[in-house]
């Protein structure tokens, strides 16, 4: 008796819409030799053709791209897989889902150049750099302004976090913490790249150029870059266009949270009962107290800023204080904050 195989194997296949979107599919051989896709709630259906992107057309929001796709670069590497790729990759690292080793592995994997020559290979290892350093700094922005907003949302200086179109915009927050979290990954990427550039016997990437190079437009790869650019972006109706709050290279000397906000204090809010609750909450989930550290907490609260005389000098309290300490965060002038004002230094 003949006996029929049959395959139940089921393989997952992976990719990225034409809306950048990560989509996944089950696929399984049928008995016929065709596929079938497995669907989530087991069944299957014949497919009879399954229609991919080309990697040329899928989109780039936000991205000067044109340069690195006619580059030549491309036709080594999947750019634009590495586009996506590389910031799901980094979006795991900073959610504590994968370790620097992993980050490491994965620029590894992408290394197989047995027919490029050494200037390809160069150029290839170049493109890796810029996008790993998009995707890092991009996350560890994310990840300040995921804290900023959290910080008002849970003491209830804002309640209209998140809502785009409402008076959310108005917050400047930078805790370095981020940056220095960047900036440790980004001597990992570096050092991979150069293993990588030895192994090979080529040069290593121009990193000072290539940070420079501005390929990508919404703030370049700097962990500073992005951080003005998301900022501007978060405050383009309050007045502040044309401002960089910090400049490219400026590089902490110490751990330190700057943050100032537009806010709406109803009557019944006390202002010391308020700063109460900010600072208990700094304290509990942003200071880092474990080694012992102690921090001076400044704040200030103001109701009706806009209206009241001499409330610029008064403002220019937290930007003394700044100065004071080395932070080198520019001197901005008035934002004409729509309302009441919020202001705080840790350091």
Request: aromatic content about 10%; charged content about 25%.
């Amino acid at each position: 008796m003949i006996m029929v195989q049959v395959q139940n194997e089921i393989y997952g296949f992976r990719y990225y819409d034409q809306y950048g979107n990560h989509q996944t599919v089950s696929l399984r051989r049928d008995d016929q030799g065709g596929l079938a896709r497995v669907n989530d709630d087991g069944s299957e259906e014949a497919l009879l053709e399954l229609k991919g992107i080309s990697v040329s057309d899928a989109p780039i929001p936000c991205e000067n791209y044109n340069n690195l796709k006619n580059s030549g670069a491309g036709s080594i590497l999947g750019w634009n897989t590495i586009f996506h790729e590389s910031f799901d990759v980094m979006k795991e690292y900073y959610a504590g889902r994968t370790s620097c080793e992993d980050v490491s592995e994965y620029i590894r994997s992408l290394c197989h150049f047995s027919t490029s020559s050494k200037s390809q290979i160069t150029e290839s290892l170049s493109v890796i750099y810029e996008h790993m350093s998009r995707a890092n700094t991009r996350n560890a922005v994310n990840q300040n302004m995921k804290e900023a907003e959290k910080l008002f949302s849970d003491t209830g200086l804002r309640k209209d976090i998140g809502d785009y179109y409402s008076d959310h915009k108005g917050i400047i927050y930078y805790n370095s913490t981020y940056y220095f979290s960047c900036e440790s990954m980004q001597s990992v990427i570096k050092s991979t790249i150069d293993d990588i550039a030895q192994r090979y016997g080529v040069e290593k990437p121009e990193y000072d150029k290539l940070e420079n190079k501005q390929t990508f437009i919404d703030g370049g790869i700097t962990y500073n870059g992005v951080w003005n650019h998301e900022t501007f972006e978060t405050n383009h109706y309050h007045t502040m266009s044309g401002m960089s709050f910090i400049d490219n290279d400026y590089t902490p000397k110490d751990e330190f949270i700057y943050c100032e906000a537009s806010i709406r204090l109803s009557e019944e809010h006390s202002s010391d009962r308020l700063q109460s609750i900010v600072k208990d909450y700094v304290n509990a989930n942003l200071l880092n107290t474990d080694s012992g550290k102690t921090h001076s907490i400044l704040m200030e609260l103001e109701r009706n800023s806009h209206n009241i005389s001499g409330h610029i000098d008064k403002r220019n309290i937290i930007h003394r204080n700044l100065a004071e300490y080395g932070i080198q965060i520019n001197k901005t002038p008035d934002r004409l904050w729509h309302s009441d004002y919020f202001g705080m230094l840790c350091i």
